[in-house]
């Protein structure tokens, strides 16, 4: 499994666009990239994946260099409710395997 | 309609009890998974099971069985409860889609259940 590594913390202003990078340079060639959240109490929740280039849907965005060695994970105008914790993920294609989440990035929007 | 649902959500109990954890998915999804969470955050993968069948087994104590009736339910059930079992277990469910030539794993997890061991 390839190992993850993102700040640990980051904080923003409401209304801001938020880019959390996470580094993987060890991936492999059938490796793709997933990003969770977290509020408190709750359990992570899906937000994105993405295997190479460019992935947006309605909450956020996900860009990939072609090296796949790094990912960003993208957040227009965050508000207040986006205060949550953020893992990325990296796991291997073709099977149910053991996704290992890291100490994920804690993003705190400020009014 | 919960997709993924546990119960109880919070259990409090004395040490050396036995109890036991429910979840229950009503996604259709063929694997299901244990995480849990401790007072650090850190969040690790305990069980999975896909088709009632064990295919991930972590190291843990065997104090800790799960069971699995059928696809859409699995359960946990913890015998001889020590203090550092108290912590936040969640049960997640997970299918496979296809991702630019490649596999991918979706999982969806449930609220949680908050265990304090006295």
């Known amino acids: 499994l390839a190992k993850t590594t993102q700040p640990i913390s980051m904080d923003s202003y409401e209304g801001q666009e938020v880019n959390i990078t996470c580094s993987h340079n060890?991936?492999?060639?059938?490796?793709?990239i997933t990003w969770y959240q977290q509020f408190p109490s709750q359990g992570p929740r899906f937000i994105i994946q993405?295997?190479?280039t460019k992935v947006t849907n309605e909450v956020a965005s996900l860009f990939i260099p072609a090296d796949r060695k790094s990912s960003t994970l993208s957040l227009p105008r965050v508000s207040l409710s986006d205060t949550a914790v953020y893992y990325c993920?990296?796991?291997?294609?073709?099977?149910?395997?053991?996704?290992?989440f890291g100490t994920g990035t804690k993003l705190q929007v400020i009014p | 309609d919960t997709a993924v649902s546990q119960t109880p959500k919070y259990l409090v109990t004395q040490m050396g009890n036995d109890k036991s954890i429910k979840c229950e998915q009503n996604?259709?999804?063929?694997?299901m998974y244990w995480y849990k969470q401790d007072s650090k955050k850190f969040l690790k993968i305990m069980f999975s099971?896909?088709?009632?069948?064990?295919?991930i087994n972590e190291t843990v104590p065997n104090r800790f069985s799960p069971k699995s009736p059928d696809k859409a339910h699995l359960n946990l059930h913890i015998n001889s409860l020590e203090l550092g079992d108290s912590a936040v277990y969640f049960c997640?469910?997970?299918?496979?889609?296809?991702?630019?030539?490649?596999?991918?794993?979706?999982?969806?997890f449930g609220p949680g259940t908050r265990l304090t061991v006295l």
């Open positions: 997640a469910s997970s299918h496979l889609t296809a991702l630019a030539g490649v596999t991918s794993d979706t999982q969806y």
């Open positions: 993405g295997y190479k």
């Open positions: 060890n991936i492999a060639t059938n490796d793709y």
């Open positions: 099971y896909n088709n009632k069948e064990l295919i």
């Open positions: 996604l259709g999804h063929d694997t």
């Open positions: 993920l990296v796991a291997s294609s073709g099977g149910y395997q053991k996704v290992t």
